[in-house]
């Protein structure tokens, strides 16, 4: 008589299942690494845009009509302010554009290329960012 043992039948070993997981749970860690820099290069460049927009708002100039006075915006003020703080900022970004569409309001679009921090073959090599911010001057 042969004495079989509990889990007699079993054969083979985990640790082809073992290092699936750890594979996936490597290929979960550098999609989510990356992810998150996606997310935080995104914010930055909104806040560059904001910045921007904030400076070129407050390139107006004074024009008096009759007894008021009213702040105006130029395309060319927006977009001197705007260059002066995207230059002063050390980053990869570029300014597309700067106007004041309609004399009140500053809109400025500012643009940088992101690349992940780790190589994934999940990831993509270069993503284009793009971020638009409209602040507007106003004289009380």
């Not at 100039?61 to 302010?81: C, I, K, M, P, S």
């Not at 409209?134 to 009380?140: C, E, G, I, Y």
């Amino acid at each position: 008589m042969t004495r079989r043992g509990r889990g007699a039948d079993d054969e083979g070993s985990i640790l082809p299942l073992l290092l699936g997981y750890i594979v996936l749970a490597i290929a979960v860690i550098f999609v989510c690494t990356c992810a998150t820099d996606l997310y935080i290069a995104q914010k930055r460049l909104d806040s560059l845009a904001d910045a921007a927009a904030l400076a070129g708002a407050d390139g107006f100039t004074l024009v008096v009509e009759g007894e008021g006075v009213r702040a105006e915006l130029t395309d060319e003020g927006v977009r001197e302010q705007a260059v002066a703080i995207v230059d002063a900022m050390a980053s990869e970004a570029a300014l597309v554009s700067a106007s004041a569409p309609d004399g009140v309001s500053a809109q400025v679009t500012v643009a940088a290329d992101w690349h992940p921090p780790l190589f994934s073959a999940f990831v993509p090599a270069g993503v284009p960012l793009e971020a638009t911010a409209t602040s507007r001057t106003a004289l009380r």
